[in-house]
């Protein structure tokens, strides 16, 4: 049952994640320029 709901829904979901790549880069682009980051040393961690 498991194989036959991912051999459908793979492919609407690769169809998908095409479709909104621009979107998805642009969210991410927005997203890093809204953070404010500071990298940390191995001790702040």
Request: charged residues 30%.
């Amino acid at each position: 049952m498991y194989r036959l709901i991912e051999k459908v829904s793979r492919p609407l979901i690769i169809d998908w994640v095409i479709g909104q790549h621009t979107h998805i880069l642009e969210w991410t682009r927005r997203a890093l320029e809204l953070e404010d980051w500071e990298l940390l040393s191995f001790h702040q961690r």
